[in-house]
């Protein structure tokens, strides 16, 4: 049974820091990218960072320079570090497992997290 669990919400102070981490089991993590994407009241969900089977990563223009994600597949994790956090960053995040395996289309999804930006 594949299972991503997010875990590392929480409500911060604009400016403040939260370090979410998705923790992976019933996959072969090395082999899938992975993405952080959030979805705030109304609005569609949206990619915030990937990192790639290779390690290559991808933000989102709202998160440059503020978010880094990172994986360790020793411990079958993503983590994203979020800095200098903003009201508008209120969302629930989710985390997305997704592989192409000989030729099938993988992909999976966690229960999200609630970060609340807030003063």
């Known amino acids: 049974q594949v299972q991503l669990v997010e875990s590392g919400g929480g409500l911060v102070q604009p400016g403040g820091s939260l370090r979410l981490s998705c923790a992976a089991s019933?996959?072969?993590?090395?082999?899938?990218?992975v993405g952080w994407y959030r979805q705030a009241p109304g609005k569609p969900r949206e990619l915030v960072a990937r990192?790639?089977?290779?390690?290559?990563?991808h933000y989102a223009d709202s998160v440059k320079g503020r978010f880094t994600i990172s994986r360790d597949n020793a411990k079958n994790t993503v983590n994203l570090q979020m800095n200098s956090l903003k009201p508008v960053d209120t969302a629930v995040y989710y985390c997305?497992?997704?592989?192409?395996?000989?030729?099938?289309?993988?992909?999976?999804w966690g229960q999200g997290t609630q970060v609340t930006v807030s003063s």
């Open positions: 990192i790639s089977s290779g390690g290559t990563t």
């Open positions: 997305n497992a997704h592989g192409l395996i000989r030729t099938t289309d993988y992909n999976y």
């Open positions: 019933g996959i072969i993590f090395r082999l899938y990218a």
